[in-house]
């Protein structure tokens, strides 16, 4: 992985923006951002901002195999385009091989817990592998830890279980996912990681269980082999005792702003002395100033703690579904209007890619 060019970029799955994915077992999205035919124009809008060089996308299984077996050639060749159309533009690609969605089969039969799911996912990769120009980096899964939490024990997302026995067995799962699929990934030549997760848990009483959250939820995946870290960081959550306190913050998910929670994540993940990459920060707003001062304490949150940070990520390059949430949340550097798909670059998403420029003006300068 590159030290001498940082990655400024923005990210999305495909679920959330592409459209059409009615074989994935979420319903909701609908035709989203209508970026499986967009993407050249959303790449030229990003690439227009003159700052950002990197792009975080996903590829969708249940396009590519939407039946078992039966695998898309066109599904395949369009990831094959969206990897080019990033590389002609001199934009980094990152591709994320699961993001959240599954093929409806595939979690009707049993999710993670069917004995081939392991063999199946590892199909599914060494078609994708073998389809997709190299890119610059592999996600194999993202946030495996969230994926176990809404789907297992909350109860929210696909499969909807609200049976924590089986957290434990499904995670154990995903992580020999992530190994099974890590050689064939690798073996393109590009680095692999998992998009990790992580939440700043803090005690609103003497004994609470904020320290076992920050055990159980955000260091569980941090020690499987892989070439760099993957970070996703937004927020801060309270705990009393052993209630989580309701989200007070000034965000439309709730979600307070707390970048210190980001330096306290690249201390913990620097321990592994492995490069990182915040694959995802972002703010969900219609006060498009609130984005550009969080963008701001964040980049200035990850330039303290000193870690080995090789790239940032704001999470979302386009206003798109958020998963429980719908369309309601504005994540986006690019507003979205989902009636006509017009889009409409903010202000924040200028601000951010100046303030990616001079940074890495000031690394050039500094003969770095
Ligand atoms: C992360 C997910 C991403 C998006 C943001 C807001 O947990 O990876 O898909 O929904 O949250």
């Given at each position: 992985m590159s030290t001498d060019r940082f990655l400024w970029g923005a990210a999305t799955s495909a679920y959330q923006v592409e459209g059409g994915h009615f074989r994935a077992d979420w319903v909701g999205a609908g035709d989203a951002c209508a970026h499986d035919r967009l993407f050249p124009a959303d790449l030229d809008l990003m690439a227009g901002l003159g700052g950002l060089n990197a792009y975080r996308f996903s590829v969708e299984w249940s396009s590519i195999e939407?039946?078992?077996?039966e695998f898309d050639a066109d599904a395949l060749a369009h990831y094959g385009e969206m990897v080019r159309a990033c590389n002609a533009r001199a934009i980094s690609p990152i591709v994320t091989l699961w993001h959240f969605s599954l093929p409806k089969w595939f979690t009707e039969r049993g999710g993670w817990l069917h004995p081939d799911a392991i063999p199946d996912f590892l199909r599914f990769a060494e078609h994708v592998a073998a389809a997709?120009?190299?890119?610059e980096a592999w996600i194999s899964l993202n946030e495996p830890n969230v994926y176990v939490l809404a789907g297992?024990?909350?109860?929210?997302?696909?499969?909807?279980?609200?049976?924590p026995d089986l957290a434990l067995r499904v995670a154990s799962r995903l992580r020999a996912a992530h190994r099974a699929v890590l050689p064939v990934l690798r073996a393109t030549g590009a680095p692999v990681g998992i998009a990790h997760h992580y939440a700043a848990f803090a005690s609103a009483s003497a004994l609470s269980l904020a320290p076992v959250a920050d055990l159980v939820f955000n260091r569980h995946f941090l020690r499987e082999p892989a070439d760099f870290l993957g970070l996703n960081y937004y927020t801060r959550f309270h705990f009393a005792g052993l209630q989580m306190l309701p989200w007070r913050g000034p965000t439309q998910m709730g979600w307070e702003i707390y970048p210190e929670g980001l330096e306290e994540a690249l201390r913990l993940f620097g321990s592994r002395r492995l490069p990182i990459i915040v694959t995802e920060n972002g703010i969900a707003t219609e006060d498009d100033d609130l984005r550009t001062s969080y963008i701001a304490a964040h980049i200035a949150a990850m330039r303290r703690s000193g870690a080995d940070v090789r790239g940032y990520f704001y999470w979302s390059l386009l206003d798109n579904f958020?998963?429980?949430?719908?369309?309601?949340p504005k994540f986006g550097l690019i507003g979205v209007d989902?009636?006509?798909q017009a889009r409409a670059v903010r202000p924040s998403a200028h601000a951010y890619a100046q303030m990616a420029l001079n940074a890495s003006n000031g690394a050039r300068q500094a003969g770095q």
């Open positions: 939407g039946v078992r077996g997709l120009p190299r890119p297992y024990v909350a109860g929210l997302w696909p499969p909807r279980e609200k049976r958020e998963w429980s949430e719908g369309f309601r989902f009636a006509t």
